[in-house]
């Protein structure tokens, strides 16, 4: 099996695999703080509850979810860092 | 800015409750709330050094690093003083990031438009 990529056409890409609930925030969070506004952001997520979570938290942050890709349990987010 | 109280009553009697608490606390924090953990009963125990670090449920962080986590994105610990003291805990050895409040302090953060969650 070949090492997980991006292909959205994305700046950075983060595999957080089976993360969850808390520990996937907080990744994502750490992950993204560093980064300038504006940077294009792709994230690969297995978790069953990603799909509900990863768009609430870019509701409330300030991040554009630009594109939801991907099976169940196994999407990729397109997100652009808000200011 | 939203604010929300994480209220975890619970330490190695219940490890699940705790770890979970403290879960949720982090995806407050990492979502911008202004988010506090409230150490109360029992839960004060995890507010001394080296408590927590053998505490690890099967399928989440440790909590040790879980409280790290928090503390690192900005959420703080209060901890309930009588519960505190009742227990004989040092205040020497506090984690980083924790304060030890008098009731006054959780009642004014909440009846200032905080929400609560208890664990």
Known sequence: MGEIQGHLGSDVFYDFE??????????????????????????????????IDIPAWCRMVGHALLVRAGGPQNTHYLIRKGG | MAKLLISIT????????????????NASVASGVDTVV???????????????????????????????DFV??????????????KRGLDENK???GATIVGG???????????????Y
């Open chain 2, 94 to 96: 506090l984690v980083l």
């Open chain 2, 38 to 68: 409230f150490l109360s009963t029992e839960g004060v125990r995890l507010s001394q050094e080296g408590y927590a670090d053998d505490i690890h449920e099967e399928g989440f962080a440790p909590l040790k690093k879980l409280l790290t």
């Open chain 2, 72 to 85: 690192d994105a900005g959420g703080a610990i209060w901890v309930c003083s009588p519960c505190f003291k």
């Open chain 1, 18 to 51: 089976e993360m969850s609930c808390g520990d996937l925030l907080i990744a994502l969070l750490k992950a993204m703080r560093p980064l300038p506004a504006g940077t294009l952001v792709e994230v690969r997520a297995l978790d069953p509850g990603a799909p």
């Open chain 2, 10 to 25: 619970n330490a190695k009697n219940d490890t699940d409750r705790a770890t979970v608490g403290c879960v949720v606390a």
């Open chain 2, 104 to 118: 006054a302090k959780a009642v004014e953060f909440l009846s200032t438009g905080g929400s609560c969650m208890t």
